[in-house]
């Protein structure tokens, strides 16, 4: 992904409910980009349909320059879900081991990835058995282990007590400036603001900023708001 | 793989088969004592009629009650746990994802198939004969079977969001083929040969020892399309249109390829007892009967003789002459009210420029008539080629403590030994 990735004029709608109406966004290659925005905004369907699990009824992504089918975006990115448990049968440490194989990850890296989210005592218990917040790291760490270009993780902090969400987001933000891209739906503004470089604000289906913390808040005073925090210009303009 | 569903069917096939075994063997050993080996009453004491046929119903009674939750819990599983959402980021295509699970789940009903083979061990020990190709038509059909069911509960896993509803939708396309044999029996007609591939019948082809190619190449068309519309709708990211488009040219192909392969005329006895098949001399002499060869038959559908003139006698027929062309005549469904009818009862057997009519339904009354018609001499029955039975006045020892004691017990620690293993 040499240039990052772009999606255009992204439409998604639920019968009569226009869940995306036009969402166009860029991912930079290296940056860890946020995506924020209030409950029933679309951040979970915007990260489906563009990893390509959930049909768009419009619209397209791009990796550099060039349009990627849905059935064709897993040598891209890999997307990691809210809320779910796979093989919950299975120990976590079977599961990393399965993600690496299956995915074709770095085996030499697990130790690490491991490590730097500290569920090694995890590792020989079933994720069906596993709390929110240890499977929640669990599946942090099976992202982490991915080879593809772009990690997309929706609401990776979910679930996470704040000492933990601090340290899954330095362990991201680590993961980012090793070489990978991050793209992170964020309900929390504190969770956002301690790890992405920019971010995009979702409201209703629709992009309503795109930038920098510093740009948003700009944007959000050039319509009429005076914002005190990030918090008040999300709040400004979504 | 090793589900709790799979243990569970794992765990009930053995006294499934066991009850069935001890009760076959015991009735085979009662008739075989009481009995005697005289010819004509062979086939009674078949192995495969009076054993495996029963034996393995256990099997079939798993594959339609047991294995679609098996099939069902690995691919529905997968979506409700949301692995279904990170495997489809890989590559592999829906169709190599839908078939490595088929396969898995075919790998897990031959290990539950220990339990008939184990039956069969037993049998062995207690001095039983064995037919080796009768049986393995006999697995094979059972296999073909789960396979079939394999198939449709993959499909209807992936089609349904909830696995209770795939569930459901596999049960009713079962309990839709027995409305189905329940239809042919009554109305005949295209009902009686749609009904030929349900897997009912299929499995009872087997049973007698009977391979039929177009019944097996129907089951794999079947497969292939149960396989098929389960890899298309397991790609979650194809929007539903093109998802229903693509099953419907699923579907019509498979109506394509079933209707080329029904055509399909080849078959093979391979029964000890050659019960599908008329002696061999008798088997040659029939080719000389001129042809085109027509029967028309004046019986009703559930008129029993209709059945015994189908089973015993066209069925044989058919094999060794496929351009015969058997029309059955009646206005009514039970044929009750048809017995004064001028015709009702009779058979004619048609060659060009000659017809003779005949009421027996019997294989021989059958042969009889058309060396009559032919003008042919029956040729004398050869004493070899009368099948003699293989008699076994045994009682199922060991049987019970086998199929309801060490089985369950066995299942249950490799269950927990597997359990185990995993953390």
């Known amino acids: 992904m040499a240039s990052g990735l772009r999606v255009s004029e992204l439409d998604k709608r639920y019968g009569s409910l226009a869940a995306l109406s036009g969402v166009s966004l860029t991912v930079r290659e290296g940056e860890v980009l946020g995506l924020i925005g209030p409950n029933g905004a679309g951040k979970t369907t915007l990260f489906e349909c563009v990893a390509g699990v959930l049909p768009a009824d419009r619209g397209t992504v791009m990796v550099n320059g060039r349009p990627v089918p849905a059935l064709g975006r897993g040598a891209h990115l890999f997307y990691m879900p809210d809320g779910i448990a796979p093989w919950p049968s299975q120990t976590a440490g079977w599961i990393l081991d399965f993600a690496i194989g299956f995915f074709g990850g770095d085996p030499a890296r697990r130790t690490a990835v491991v490590d730097r989210l500290q569920i090694a005592p995890l590792l020989g218990r079933r994720l069906g058995h596993l709390s929110k917040g240890e499977r929640k790291r669990v599946l942090l760490a099976v992202a982490m282990l991915t080879p593809q270009p772009l990690l997309m993780a929706d609401e990776p902090f979910d679930g996470l007590d704040l000492k933990q969400s601090r340290e899954a987001a330095a362990a991201l933000r680590d993961h980012a400036a090793g070489g990978r891209t991050v793209f992170l739906s964020i309900h929390q503004i504190g969770d956002a603001m301690r790890t992405c470089d920019r971010f995009v604000l979702l409201s209703g289906g629709r992009v309503c900023g795109e930038g920098t913390a510093g740009e948003l808040a700009a944007l959000a005073r050039s319509r009429g708001a005076a914002p005190d925090g990030f918090e008040e210009v999300v709040l400004a303009l979504t | ?423």
Not at chain 2, 142 to 161: E, F, K, Q, R, W
Not at chain 2, 371 to 387: C, H, K, N, Q, R
């Open chain 2, 1 to 423: 793989m090793a589900s709790r569903s799979w243990w569970v069917m794992l765990l009930l096939i053995g006294p499934l088969t066991g009850m069935a075994f001890i009760s076959a063997v015991r009735t085979y050993g009662e008739l075989s004592g009481a009995g005697g080996t005289a010819a004509g009453v062979g086939e009674a004491f078949a192995p495969l009629i009076g054993v495996w046929a029963p034996t393995f119903s256990a099997c079939e009674l798993a594959a339609a009650f047991l294995l679609p939750f098996v099939a069902i819990r690995l691919v529905a599983g997968d979506r409700q746990s949301g692995a279904l959402k990170l495997e489809l980021q890989h590559p592999m295509p829906a169709i190599a994802r839908m078939s490595a699970k088929a396969t898995v789940l075919l790998t897990a009903w031959l290990i539950a198939s220990a339990a008939p083979l184990l039956a069969i061990a037993l049998w062995k020990i207690y001095g039983g004969t064995i037919y080796v190709p009768e049986l393995g038509a006999l697995f094979a059909g059972h296999l073909l079977n789960a396979g079939l069911t394999i198939a449709l509960a993959c499909a209807a896993a992936s089609v349904t969001d909830h696995p209770s509803t795939a569930a459901i939708l596999t049960l009713s396309v079962t309990v839709g083929t027995w409305i189905l044999d329940f239809a042919a029996a009554v109305h005949g007609g295209v009902w009686e040969r749609a009904a030929a591939f349900t897997p009912t019948a299929m499995v009872a082809e087997f049973q007698h020892g009977l391979v039929k190619l177009d019944a097996v190449l129907v089951i794999f068309v079947l497969v292939a399309a149960g396989c098929g519309i389960g890899a298309i709708w397991m790609r979650l990211g194809v929007p539903v249109r093109r998802r229903i488009g693509e099953s419907l040219a699923v579907v019509l192909t498979s109506i394509v390829a079933i209707g080329a392969f029904a055509q399909v005329t080849a078959s093979w006895d391979v029964s000890e007892a050659r019960a599908n098949s008329f002696s061999r001399p008798d088997e040659a002499l029939l080719q000389r009967v001129p042809r085109p060869l027509r029967i028309a038959v004046h019986l009703a559908p559930e008129d029993p003789r209709r059945v015994d003139l189908e089973r015993r006698a066209l069925t044989k027929l058919r094999r060794i002459r496929p351009d015969v062309r058997v029309a059955y005549i009646s206005t009514t469904t039970t044929g009750l009210f048809e017995q004064a009818s001028e015709h009702y009862g009779e058979i004619w057997y048609e060659v060009p420029g000659k017809r003779i009519v005949s009421r027996a339904t019997t294989a021989d009354g059958m042969l009889e008539s058309l060396y009559e018609l032919a003008g042919l001499v029956a040729p004398a029955a050869a004493e070899d080629d009368v099948f003699r039975g293989h008699p076994l006045a045994a009682e199922p020892g060991g049987a019970a403590a086998v199929f309801y004691g060490i089985w369950p017990a066995a299942v249950g620690a490799a269950a927990l030994w597997s359990r185990r293993r995993e953390r």
